[in-house]
């Protein structure tokens, strides 16, 4: 045999060694079935008979569009090779009849030894597949064997061709799979188009709907401008439109025919609004827009403030009305909501009382709030001057609501200075009051 047709035969080998890598479904059960094969073989113009015991193992059943493995073992093949070989690589064919026609190739990588001159040459597993296109039954019977040896480097290739009439090695049950379902692309945008395929279908017209994750809510509305249906040939064709409203996530699009239903999965992103602004008369390739979101967290309406007591300025009495005077402690109020509510901050105040039990009236003190608001901030309003009470909330100073939802809020301070009337007929000592800011 001349150098070039061995490489190519080696090449076929070597690719029809990868395709049987592809493994049969584990889940179907599998079987083995031997039978003798007398193969008629030449080698060299030389013709001799391969006895060849023949195992085939693949799974008894597969479904329609399923790939079948078979794995092969041949029982040694005679050798008429004068001198040892040294390599071989061994393929073949099977035959196809039933279901499915037709022939499918065999295989097993390139083997290295040194096998004596004139000695059997071992023969490792083969292996090669099939699609199980139809349903119905298949039967796998042999072909040929085929093997290119290296005998110490003199190269010759022994072909083998099965009888005329073979015994079959394996029928495969194929049973029908029912309709599948594909959607391209996997993943779209509201508002785009999707192109739906599958087979096995009854002909005539297929239903398509958008459902949740699960393949349950399923909506005809959730989809626009459905166009699905089978051929003759049970081949589904379909286009639809996502609506533009369809929430973005997880969905999957649902094919139903009468009773019989498939799904398959589909993910809604947002739509991209076309470009704008320095992009809206660019060439698309030369101008992008890059949508940037962040989330503002809602905070909360607090106040704060400095700490210690108040003392007023001393009194002297003297028999005449007299005056003590003061500044409250200062008061922050940060509004941080992010919402167009207002508030305010309101106080009142407990009578003045002393150890030995005279008292100062509440309303003897009168407050002049003085407010400002931070940089930045919405207005806020500063409340009267006046006396207050025990009982009657007096206004520090408040922050008006936003009209029409206009958003407010801000830092503010908050402050007021005190006047405290002394009567003229007041008991000496130590008195004290408290005063309650409320912030609402």
Not at 266 to 282: H, I, M, Q, R, Y
Not at 332 to 348: F, H, K, N, P
Request: net charge negative; with cysteine.
């Amino acid at each position: 045999m001349t150098g070039p047709p061995r490489l190519k035969a080696s090449a076929a080998a070597a690719a029809l060694a990868g395709a049987s890598l592809v493994p049969a479904l584990a889940a179907q059960p599998a079987f083995a079935a031997t039978a003798q094969v007398d193969y008629s073989c030449t080698v060299l113009g030389s013709a001799f008979p391969y006895p060849a015991t023949v195992t085939v193992t693949a799974s008894a059943t597969a479904t329609t569009g399923d790939d079948v493995t078979v794995k092969v073992d041949l029982s040694d093949m005679p050798s008429k090779s004068p001198l040892p070989v040294v390599s071989w690589t061994t393929s073949g064919t099977m035959a196809l009849s039933g279901a499915v026609t037709g022939e499918f190739a065999f295989s097993t990588p390139t083997q290295t030894g040194s096998v004596p001159k004139n000695t059997p040459i071992p023969i490792n597993q083969l292996t090669g597949k099939f699609n199980a296109s139809a349903p119905g039954d298949i039967s796998i019977v042999p072909k040929t064997v085929k093997m290119d040896m290296d005998a110490s480097g003199v190269e010759a290739t022994i072909e083998c061709q099965a009888p005329a009439d073979p015994p079959t090695l394996a029928t495969v049950k194929v049973g029908n799979a029912g309709p599948s379902l594909t959607v391209e692309p996997a993943t779209i945008h509201q508002g785009g188009g999707i192109t739906v395929g599958g087979a096995r279908w009854e002909s005539g017209p297929v239903d398509l709907a958008l459902c949740d994750e699960n393949g349950a809510g399923c909506s005809a509305a959730g989809l626009t401008d459905v166009s699905a249906s089978a051929d003759g040939y049970g081949t589904l064709t379909g286009t639809a439109k996502v609506a533009e409203d369809a929430a973005p996530g997880a969905h999957t699009i649902k094919a139903s025919q009468g009773s019989v239903a498939k799904t398959v999965g589909l993910t809604v992103t947002e739509k991209v609004p076309p470009p704008t602004g320095a992009c809206a008369d660019k060439p698309a390739g030369q101008c992008g827009e890059q949508k940037i979101n962040v989330k503002v967290a809602a905070g909360k309406l607090t106040m704060s403030q400095q700490p210690g007591a108040v003392d007023l300025s001393e009194v002297a009495l003297d028999g005449t009305a007299k005056t003590a005077t003061g500044d409250i402690r200062q008061v922050e109020v940060i509004d941080a909501r992010g919402g167009s509510t207002g508030w305010s901050l309101t106080g009142t105040m407990t009578d003045f009382t002393s150890v030995g039990g005279p008292k100062i009236p509440a309303g003897n003190l009168s407050w002049t709030p003085a407010c400002t608001a931070g940089t930045g901030a919405t207005p806020v309003t500063t409340g009267s001057p006046g006396p207050l009470s025990t009982t009657t909330a007096a206004t520090l100073c408040s922050g008006a609501g936003g009209d029409g939802g206009a958003i407010v809020g801000g830092v503010y301070n908050a402050g007021a200075g005190l006047t405290l009337d002394v009567p003229a007929v007041t008991g000496a000592g130590r008195y004290q009051a408290v005063l309650t800011i409320v912030l609402s």
